[in-house]
Nanobody
């Protein structure tokens, strides 16, 4: 089992950058593929980015491709989401998630979820 704690959210203006972190408990972090999802008010949760166990494979939603970068540091049990050129439509609660399956874009495939961190982008 793994516990996930996100941090790094905040309020900023459009065009700015933010880096989210997700710290995982336990000594088996490298056994999990990791993903980032987000949920805006009144909207369904959507996939943002995912990364394989080794970090060698990444996936991105079309809406963030070229602006967001997912990475991980297995020595620190942490996954990151670097968000650049932020837009008001990126406003959401961002969640990290862990799966024992291969990295993928499907929310229900993830076994563990963090509590989320709010990102608000003003125009």
């Amino acid at each position: 089992q793994v516990q996930l704690v996100e941090s790094g959210g905040g309020l900023l203006q459009a065009g700015g950058s933010l880096r989210l972190s997700c710290a995982a408990s336990g000594r088996t972090f490298r056994s999990y593929a990791m993903g980032w999802f987000r949920q805006a008010p009144g909207a369904e949760r959507e996939f943002v980015a995912a990364i394989s166990r080794s970090g060698g494979v990444t996936y991105y939603a079309d809406s963030v491709k070229g602006r967001f970068t997912i990475s991980r540091d297995n020595a620190k049990n942490t996954v990151y989401l670097q968000m650049d050129s932020l837009k008001p439509e990126d406003t959401a609660v961002y969640y990290c998630a862990a799966t024992t399956r291969l990295a993928n874009t499907v929310g229900p495939a993830y076994d563990y979820w963090g509590q989320g961190t709010q990102v608000t982008v003003s125009s």
